[in-house]
């Protein structure tokens, strides 16, 4: 056993060098545990220790040096510091996790817990300045002090801080299988904080010139140092155990979270489902209703027919040639409504039709109508891009549809050449948001009587277009003369009203 306490005594520096090493891992592997966001309160006070760890390593392999490489003034102080400040550190842990549950704590440890507030720290830093102040050897007083009143009751307050939080957490920690890290852990440091706290260097007072790092080789035959290294293997063997709880808990969280957009998947899965199936019902009852309304608008066009044949049958019957004139503009103006759901029923979209494809039919009827479509009229349709829906056209439909056969009955007579001009664009309106347009509708025949008023005449067909266009269309019309005869009709598209 001599021979065995001699090697260590004379491998000091290899002891040194273990025990700063096993700090020093200990402290980096706090300060690189993730533990953001923890639950757990000692994650909030963790680095305090590590900073102990990582100080008082540094401190223990600058000994190590000093053993191989011989003392230094300046050595000595900065190991000196390094001893105190490491010690300042396990106190303030020490202090902060004996406090850490006081709600279940008993009655005795909140009483114990109240002698260190936050004021003990600096009372005690100051009472070891003073102390090593008043002493013949500042740096050996300094150091035995900080350990009597830093490192002990540091080591004992983090021994028994690991014991009751397992304690305290047990139901949430149990389950993690950490128990042994606790338990080793707070074994740890309440060994090193008698070991580190009370074995000081020899001196002249009280309880140092007993209790010191000789009598203790005296005694067991084995340095201090040594037990005091096996702590701090300890130390970090289960501080890095109980490290392992935050990375349970990340893994927890991240399978929490898993789970949750796991559900919110099904819920999105199941949701689009609905919609898909809503959207197809939907899409069912577009074209159900799609197909309905062809429907209608055929048989509209159908019936319209019928009347149109009626008529003819009727003026088949009439000898009168005024009265056969009077069918013939009726049917007429049958047929430019008809056309008008022809063309929808026709058209892809169900609401709007090509207005220039209509005018085009529309004025090929009547020129075939009138019997002057081959040769001596000659008809130019400007609309470009022109839109409209069902509520416009129809109204447009019979303005021009009159317009027109006015002109072919009455612009050219005896069979004169000439031109009719249909231009339908869009103009700017007062309100962008409005569609506004302007309906041109000119020959160079031979012009109305001057005495017209288009506003105030007893022809059914002036009247019908004011009617249209002022009332129905809401827009103005303006008659020049000039080379013929022009109409200009200005009206805004009609916005839809839901029928009651």
């Known amino acids: 056993m ?17 025990y700063g090493l096993a700090f020093i891992i200990m402290g980096i592997a706090i300060l690189l545990q993730p533990k953001k966001d923890s639950e757990h309160k000692i994650a909030n006070i963790f680095w305090i220790l590590a ?23 300046v050595l000595d102080a900065v190991r000196w510091l390094c001893l105190v400040i490491s010690y300042l550190f396990l106190f303030e842990f020490g202090r902060r996790f004996f406090r850490l549950n006081m709600t279940n704590a008993p009655s005795w440890q909140k009483k114990t817990a109240s002698l260190f507030g936050w004021w003990s720290l600096p009372l005690i830093a100051l009472v070891i300045f003073v102390c090593a102040y008043m002493s013949r050897d500042f740096w050996k007083v300094g150091s035995i002090m900080a350990r009597y009143a830093l490192g002990l009751p540091g080591g004992l307050l983090i021994g028994f801080g690991f014991l009751f939080e397992y304690k305290y957490e047990k139901e ?26 009370l074995i000081v260097p020899k001196a002249d007072f009280f309880l140092s010139d ?7 080789v005296a005694a067991t035959g084995i340095p201090v140092q040594v037990f005091r290294g096996l702590c701090a293997l300890a130390a970090a063997w289960s501080v890095s ?23 919110l998947n099904e819920e999105l899965q199941l949701e689009i489902g609905e919609r898909r199936q809503a959207q197809e019902q939907l899409n069912s009852s577009l074209r159900e209703k799609e197909v309905l309304l062809k429907e209608i608008y055929h048989r509209t066009k159908n019936n319209m027919q019928v009347i149109t044949s009626l008529l003819n049958l009727q003026s088949n019957q009439i000898d009168d040639p005024r009265y056969v004139a009077l069918f013939d503009e009726s049917r007429n103006r049958i047929n430019s409504m008809s056309l008008v759901h022809e063309k929808l029923y026709r058209s892809k979209n ?21 019997g002057t479509g081959a040769g001596n009229i000659s008809l130019t349709v400007t609309a470009v891009d022109i839109i409209l829906g069902i509520d416009t056209a129809i109204p447009c439909g ?10 072919l009955k009455y612009a050219f007579p005896e069979g004169r050449n000439g031109s009719i001009f249909i231009d339908l664009k869009k103009v700017t309106a007062d309100n962008k948001w409005d569609n506004e347009y302007e309906l041109t509708i000119s020959d160079d025949g031979i012009g109305l009587p ?10 059914l067909g002036l009247q019908l277009v004011t009617n249209l266009t002022m009332h129905q269309l809401r827009g103005s019309i303006e008659l020049r003369r000039d080379n013929g005869t022009a109409f200009f009709i200005r009206f805004k598209e009609l916005k839809y009203h839901e029928r009651i």
């Open 2 to 18: 001599e021979a065995i306490g001699q090697t260590l005594v004379n491998k000091l520096d290899v002891v040194f060098f273990i």
């Open 450 to 459: 001057g005495d017209i008023d288009i506003k105030n005449t007893k022809s």
């Open 172 to 197: 949430i920690l149990e389950p993690l299988g950490v128990k042994k890290y606790f338990m080793c852990a707070g074994g740890a440091f309440l060994t090193y904080g008698f070991l580190g706290g």
């Open 210 to 216: 007993l209790l010191n790092t000789e009598s203790f």
């Open 398 to 407: 019979l303005i021009i549809n009159e317009l027109l056969s006015n002109s």
């Open 241 to 263: 155990g109980i490290l392992k709880i935050f990375n349970w808990e990340i893994r927890d969280r991240l399978q929490k979270r898993s789970d949750s957009l796991q559900s």
């Open 350 to 370: 169900l609401s709007n039709i090509d207005f220039k494809d209509y005018i085009t039919s529309l004025a090929s009827g009547l020129l075939t109508f009138y």
């Open 51 to 73: 900073m102990f760890g990582i100080i008082h390593g540094a401190n223990e392999l600058l000994d190590m040096w000093a053993i191989i490489r011989g003392r230094h003034d």
